[in-house]
Every structure is written in C-alpha cells, then in structure tokens.
C-alpha cells in the first residue's frame, strides 16, 4: 500500500473487554512507532520497533497494554481489561531509519471509545 | 513537562496574513520536525530542520531554529484556509534512538 494504515477506524467496547488495535507500516520501514493522542492533547508516545531490536516500551502506561510486530511488519496493540480513560485517538507511524533524516509517516488512527 | 512546547495555543488569522507558531523544548536535540493534523486525525510530516541548521525553507513555510535558546518557530506565509489544522513540533534526544516527543500543537484557524 502507498501508506500506512490502520485497522478498525473506530472501535467501540465496553469496560473491561480486550482490545486489539493493528497498524500496517509502509513496506520497507524498519521503524514502526505507536502514539495516543486524547481529545485536543498532543501525542504521547506509547512503544516503538526498530528492526530486530529489543522495542522500546517505556511509554506504555500500564502492564495492560501490550504491542507486538510480527515479521519485521505488522503490529497489534493490545490493550486488556479497557478502561474508560483509555478512550483516545490510537495513532501508528513507520519510518526509515537513515542517518539524519527519519521523518515519520501516519496512519489515519484508530478512535477507541470505552463505554 | 513535555519537550516541546508549542505556544500559542491557538491563533486565528485571516486569508492571506502570515502565521507564526513557536516551539520550545528542553534537552539537546539531533533534530526538530514539524507536523500538520487535519481534524484529529494522522498527521502528516512537514519540514525536518537539523540541529546543525538555523533556517529552512519549504514552498510558504519557514522554520528557524535556536538551539542556543532551544527554541524553532514555523511561519506560514500568505496563509489559506486549507491551512486550518494543528502544527505539532516534535523533537528526539540525542541518544533516543530515534524517539519523538510531540508538544500539544497550536490550532491555527484560518477564516476566508
């Protein structure tokens, strides 16, 4: 695809259900970046993969959310036992990792409302 | 407090006018990046400006940067209303292995 995508575009569920988000990189972007972005707040940056490296999770808040990217390609974001503040804009980007210039391209985001 | 900082929050201007929005941040950086977002949603890479550089320019857009006051400034000239959007600056860390911290924007309304 000519970018990245992400899958569902809006996401409903109640209290306590588990969640799977998924983002589609651009082909051949090695670096794979997840953000939440909450109502007219900037973005807070959640975990991020780089090749094979070990991810990078200090941003995630909670040990109920977890991410994972399989094949170097896609990932999910799982978040488990929802809660209500957990309702936000999830937003994936992915990114060439070249010296000097790694500009990051979005996905559409993913709107999870927790009811 | 977040590494960069966007101020003003908010700024509405007339078709036409410049608009100028600042960002401030608070460790040494490789880089600083610009985004533009489009009714809340993906956001979209504008101009990247190297820490070794103090000014760039791309179609109506300009970016400075002072690292000595840590500080970058975007400026939109002759502003249209398809203009209307949150601009983000988004800056690394030296060592971050490529890490962005995003500030919380400035929504720029540009009225016909």
């Known amino acids: 695809g000519a970018g990245v995508s992400q899958s569902p575009s809006n996401k409903v569920t109640e209290k306590g259900k588990d969640v799977e988000l998924r983002c589609d990189p651009i082909s051949g972007h090695t670096a794979l970046y997840w953000y939440r972005q909450s109502l007219g707040q900037g973005l807070e940056f959640l975990i991020y993969?780089?090749?094979?490296?070990?991810?990078?999770k200090s941003g995630l808040p909670s040990d109920r959310f977890s991410a994972e990217r399989t094949g170097g390609s896609v990932s999910t974001l799982t978040i488990q036992r929802t809660q209500q503040e957990d309702s936000a804009v999830y937003l994936c980007?992915?990114?060439?990792?070249?010296?000097?210039?790694?500009?990051?391209?979005f996905g559409p985001g993913t709107r999870l409302t927790v009811t | 407090s977040q590494q960069g900082e966007e101020d003003p929050q908010a700024l509405s201007i007339q078709e036409g006018e410049n608009a100028t929005m600042n960002c401030s941040y608070k460790t040494s950086i490789n880089n600083l990046q610009w985004y533009r977002q489009n009714s809340g949603r993906g956001l979209v890479h504008l101009i990247l400006?190297?820490?070794?550089?103090r000014e760039k320019h791309s179609g109506r857009l300009r970016v400075t940067l002072d690292t000595s006051k840590k500080s970058s400034s975007l400026l939109i000239t002759a502003s249209r209303a398809a203009d209307t959007a949150s601009y983000f600056c988004?800056?690394?860390?030296?060592?971050?292995?490529?890490?962005?911290?995003f500030g919380k924007g400035t929504l720029l309304t540009v009225n016909p």
């Open positions: 993969f780089q090749g094979n490296s070990a991810p990078d």
């Open positions: 400006i190297r820490s070794n550089e």
């Open positions: 980007a992915s990114s060439l990792v070249v010296a000097g210039t790694y500009e990051q391209y």
């Open positions: 988004a800056t690394d860390q030296r060592g971050s292995n490529y890490k962005l911290t």
